[in-house]
Structures are given as structure tokens and as C-alpha cells.
């Protein structure tokens, strides 16, 4: 029986490489993402691409609707999309705030509401990214740092509110990772390579990870095989934390 699964954010990063590893694993995906790149991944039968904002009011039901309609069922919702923000609380702004919870953490909360009762009938789960950013301080990312604890927490409440009824909410929290979006921020910062130095030497394996490496430790959450671990936190950040 083929696996059906949801992926927002999926036209680059992280997100791509996660439509890409649950394909290699048999599963049929709907692909969601604000940019028109996400039609790159399109695959008959196989890989069905969205270009839709996350934020939209309708868009979790209909994304959801579409993935019962064009497949018949829903096993996996992978709730990817978001945006990041480096800036001092004194620079931050209301905008700033009430711009990275819509993206962040809304689309989480809708997403995952719209597709727990497909997930209940299929005993399936869910699988968020979050970041280390919230699970530890790191100095100007106020603002993206409760978003990423607002995820960790909707985790593990969801993970216990439905554990009885089959379904496994867990999360990956990614630490720096070599993506279009984190070059993006580097790139903003007044001395880039300085910026770049300061994150590898916080991550002790000396690099960033790979969008591939976060992509298959969702993947690994997702499996059946993962089946005994619900409410799970895992970290996928080059020992970051165990400093």
C-alpha cells in the first residue's frame, strides 16, 4: 500500500530534499510552496506540486482535500514552510512579529488541524521542523526563537492529545543547514564570512548539515518503523546542543 504525504515548503532546501527521500520511499506527496518552483517536482502519479501561500485562510483544507482526493488517503503531513528572522529585539517590530507567527507557527496549527482526522483514520503522523533556536538561546533571533518554541511545544502537546488515537507528532530541530535561505541571511549581515565563521565553529562537526541530512531524519520519524517514538525533539544540528 502506497503512503500519502503532505510536504509545505517543499520548492527548495530542506523541503525539496524531503519530497525527494519520501518518493525514494514509496510515497506519493502533495508539494506545497508560495513559489511556482514547486512545479519542478512534479511527477504523474506521483508527486503532485501546489503553488499556494500557507498562510492563506482556505489553504489547509483545500491542500489536504487535495491529497485525499487525488490519492485517497492521508498518512504524513510534513509541516516545513517558514521564514527566518536575525534582528535585535530593539529593531524588531510589531510588523516583524505578527509577520513570522503567520508564516511560522499559524500554518502549523491550521495545517495540522485540517489533516489530524485523515490522520486518525489512517494512523498516520506528523513531522515538524523546528530549529535549535528553539531550544536554546541564540542572540538575535528573538522573534524566529518563539516561533521555532512555539512549534517544539505544539509537538509535544499534539503528540499526547493523540497519542491514543494512533497518531505520532515528533519534530526535527535542524541547526545551521547549507541552504538558499540560510545564504540569503548570511548575506544580509555586515560581515558575511565573519557570520559564516561564528556558525561553524558553533557546530562541532565544523560544518553546516546538508538539506538531505535534515530530510532523512524526517523521513527515519515518519517511518513505520519509527512507530515507538512519539513527542520526540530530534535535533539535527552537528552536536550543537551537547555543547
Known amino acids: 500500500m502506497d503512503l ?8 527548495r532546501g530542506i523541503g525539496r530534499s ?14 506545497v510552496d508560495v513559489s511556482a518552483a514547486v512545479a519542478e517536482l512534479a511527477e504523474d502519479g506521483w508527486v503532485v506540486p501546489v503553488a499556494a501561500d500557507v498562510t492563506g485562510d482556505g489553504v489547509p483544507a483545500a491542500v489536504v482535500g487535495r491529497a485525499v482526493a487525488e490519492f485517497g488517503r492521508l498518512d504524513l503531513l510534513v509541516n516545513n514552510a517558514a ?40 494512523r498516520g503522523g506528523i513531522v515538524n ?8 538561546g541564540v542572540a538575535d533571533q528573538s522573534v524566529y526563537a518563539m516561533t521555532k518554541g512555539a512549534i517544539v511545544q505544539l509537538t509535544r502537546q499534539l503528540a499526547i492529545e493523540f497519542a491514543g488515537r494512533g497518531v505520532r507528532v515528533n519534530a526535527v530541530a535542524p541547526g545551521a543547514v547549507d541552504t538558499e535561505f540560510m545564504a540569503a541571511a548570511r548575506a544580509a549581515d555586515p560581515d558575511p564570512a565573519a557570520s559564516l ?5 558553533n557546530h562541532p562537526i565544523g560544518r553546516m548539515s546538508t538539506p538531505d541530512e535534515v530530510a532523512r531524519a524526517i523521513v527515519f520519524l515518519a517511518a513505520p518503523e519509527s512507530g515507538g517514538i512519539t513527542g520526540a525533539i530530534l535535533s539535527v544540528d ?3 546542543v551537547a555543547r
Not at 4 to 11: E, F, R, Y
Not at 94 to 103: C, E, G, I, K
Open 4 to 11: 500519502i504525504a503532505v510536504v509545505t515548503g517543499a520548492a
Open 18 to 31: 524531503t519530497v525527494v527521500r519520501l518518493r525514494g520511499a514509496g510515497y506519493r506527496v502533495v508539494a
Open 83 to 122: 521564514r527566518f528572522l536575525r534582528r535585535p529585539i530593539l529593531d524588531t517590530t510589531d510588523d516583524d512579529f505578527d509577520a513570522l507567527f503567520a508564516v511560522n507557527v499559524r500554518p502549523v496549527f491550521r495545517f495540522s488541524r485540517a489533516a489530524l482526522p485523515s490522520l486518525v483514520e489512517s
Open 129 to 136: 521542523t523546528a530549529s535549535i533556536s528553539g531550544l536554546i
Open 197 to 201: 565563521a561564528v556558525t561553524l565553529a
Open 238 to 240: 552537528g552536536g550543537y
